[in-house]
Each structure stands twice: as C-alpha cells, then as structure tokens.
C-alpha cells in the first residue's frame, strides 16, 4: 500500500513547458561537466566553487577544507536544484516522463525495483534516494509539493552532513590527493578536460539531446507526450513503453 495519493488528471503540456522544465536541467547538466572536467584546479584551489557546479560526493569530499555553513547551504542548493524539476516532468508527464528518464538512466531491474520500493514507501525514497527517477514517480504519483520539498530537503542536508562527516575520517589519502592535484596542476586538469571532451564526442550528447527534445515535444516516437493522451490519462504508447528494454537507474 502506498503512502501518497494516487495521480491527478493533466491537461496536455505546451512546447514552451517542455523546454522550461528541459533547459535547466541541460544547464546543471552542463555545470557539472564543467565540475568534473576541471576537478584537479577547482579542487585545490576553489573548492566552494566546485561544490557549486557540482555537490556529488566525491566532489563534496575533495571541498572538505571549506568552513561548515556554506559548504552546508551550497552542497544542499545545488542538490535539490534539479529535484524539483525532474518532479514536475513527473506530474507534468506522468508516467511517460518516467519511462523517458529510465531509458537516459540505462534501465535495467535497478528500476523495477526502484518503482515497486516508491509504491510502498513513497516518502522514505525521496527522503533517502532522491535521484530524478525518484522525484519523477513523486510528480507522477501525486506527492504533495510541500510534502515532496521537505522530505527532498530534510534528506539532502542529512546526507551531505555525513558526507562532511566521513570526508574528516579519510583526511589522509584525500589530502594527498589534492597535494597531488596541485604538484601536477596542469597534467591532471589536461587528463580530465580530455577525457569530459572525450565522453562528450563519444555520446554524441549534443545530437541525443536534439532527437529527444524533439522526440518530447510530440515527434515519433515521443515518450513524454505520445504517453500522455489529451485528457492526462496513461494512453497505450505509454503502456507499450513499459515492454521497452530501457537501460537501468543510477
């Protein structure tokens, strides 16, 4: 038995909605390819600012130097800066927006089982796991905003806390990574900016983006709004999405 209420009806979602709720998340996107790509400088040296393209947790283990309120407020805004957004394609697209996510995640049973766990205890999961799978079923299943934001946000500033706390029990092998970083300054952040630029003409990221904007603003194949009838209601390409062997979540 689930412990949020089930999906309201949606009115069929416009062009502009699409690219409102798609353009910040290729930004952020874009942000922490920045992180990662320039990892050794900005870690050595701006570490507050590396936290703030990017809060993962290895980046927030690299910013251990940074005193403990803005490390907290930044690490915390920038996690939750794209929950909600992936929260409103949910309840904007319904399961569609899900069955889209999964495919860009890499599908697998990781899903499943993430799906069967959300209907069970939707609240836990946003609160423990709040990756944008988990924030679309929370748009897509009807989850109160208010309720949604404070578990997201109570979550969040739970774990970088325990980021921050683990960080201080491994100081030694990561201040020798950043003394590293700094004795090798310019070979490491050439590695890094080549292997981002490497990943990024590999995966063709520009040309998928292009396809699946155009593919979620009701083109062929479309899995957000082919998915979505005009009344809001699951159509049967949304269902045929579920037959689909989508790659697995992160």
Not at 11 to 24: F, K
Not at 63 to 91: E, I, K, T
Request: charged share 20%; net charge neutral; glycine share 12%.
């Amino acid at each position: 038995m689930t412990d949020v209420p089930a999906p309201a009806e949606r009115p069929r979602p416009s062009r502009g909605t699409l690219v409102l709720l798609i353009a910040p998340i290729v930004v952020i996107t874009g942000m922490g390819l920045v992180a990662t790509a320039f990892t050794p400088a900005l870690a050595t040296h701006h570490p507050l600012l590396l936290i703030t393209l990017d809060s993962r947790n290895r980046f927030l283990v690299l910013a251990r130097h940074v005193d403990l309120v803005p490390f907290v407020v930044v690490a915390v805004l920038r996690r939750v800066s794209s929950d909600p957004l992936f929260y409103l394609l949910g309840r904007t697209y319904g399961e569609g927006a899900v069955r889209w996510l999964e495919k860009k995640a890499g599908g697998g049973q990781l899903v499943v089982l993430t799906e069967k766990l959300f209907k069970r205890a939707g609240y836990p999961m946003v609160f423990l796991f709040p990756g944008s799978i988990v924030c679309a079923l929370a748009g897509e299943t009807g989850m109160s905003p208010v309720g949604f934001l404070t578990a997201n946000l109570a979550g969040t500033l739970t774990s970088v806390l325990l980021v921050r706390r683990f960080s201080s029990t491994i100081a030694s092998p990561v201040e020798g990574l950043l003394h590293f970083f700094d004795r090798h300054l310019v070979a490491t952040t050439c590695v890094s900016v080549g292997l981002v630029l490497l990943s990024l003409v590999l995966g063709r990221i520009q040309g998928k983006f292009d396809a699946d904007l155009d593919a979620l603003d009701g083109g062929a194949g479309s899995d957000v709004e082919e998915g979505v009838q005009p009344d809001g209601d699951a159509g049967v390409v949304g269902d045929g999405l579920h037959r689909q062997q989508d790659p697995g979540h992160e």
